[in-house]
């Protein structure tokens, strides 16, 4: 931008993995020259950060001081930053190890609900087998009070 010391640049794009090795947390240095159609380009100043360090000053309108020889010579301000479809392997890998503690903690519980099925299955059928013994017991008692009564009647009915 010609003859301007408050440039605006056009939004450009790049790569992630031209310029950080595909980690949003990977340092950048951010160079900026003034451009001169000599070809002799001259330093402005340069600052290191992140994409996400840009992204962070973008979202809360921070400058970014620009340095040369450890003077400040400018100042560099975010309007736009976003990435757009790039997958962060450090987050992917975190979301990973997340959700297999979760599957391991499900295997577990998903073990011990088992084993309480099962227990509770061999109660149940402890408890069939009982109730089934006892209704053969009542049964047999309900047979022998029939055959008691039957017996007492048949006593009473001979004595009169």
């Known amino acids: 931008i010609m003859n301007n010391l408050n440039p605006a640049w056009e939004v450009s794009e790049v790569n992630i993995g031209d310029i950080c090795n595909r980690s949003l947390d990977e340092a950048i240095r951010v160079v900026v020259f003034d451009w001169e159609k000599s070809g002799k380009h ?32 400018g100042r560099i301000i975010v309007h736009n930053a976003e990435v757009d479809g790039f997958i962060d392997p450090k987050s992917v890998e975190k979301r990973a190890k997340e959700l297999a503690e979760k599957a391991e903690n499900a295997h577990f519980f998903a073990l ?9 299955s061999k109660e149940a059928e402890v408890a069939w087998k009982e109730a089934l ?25 001979m004595l009169t």
């Open 133 to 157: 013994r006892l209704e053969r017991v009542a049964e047999s008692a309900n047979t022998a009070m029939t055959d008691a009564f039957e017996r007492s009647v048949g006593e009473k009915t």
């Open 42 to 73: 001259k330093l402005i100043g340069y600052f290191e950060t992140s994409v996400q360090g840009i992204i962070s000053a973008q979202r809360s309108e921070v400058e970014i001081p620009l340095t040369n020889k450890y003077e400040e010579t």
């Open 112 to 120: 011990g609900a088992e084993q309480r099925v099962k227990h509770a």
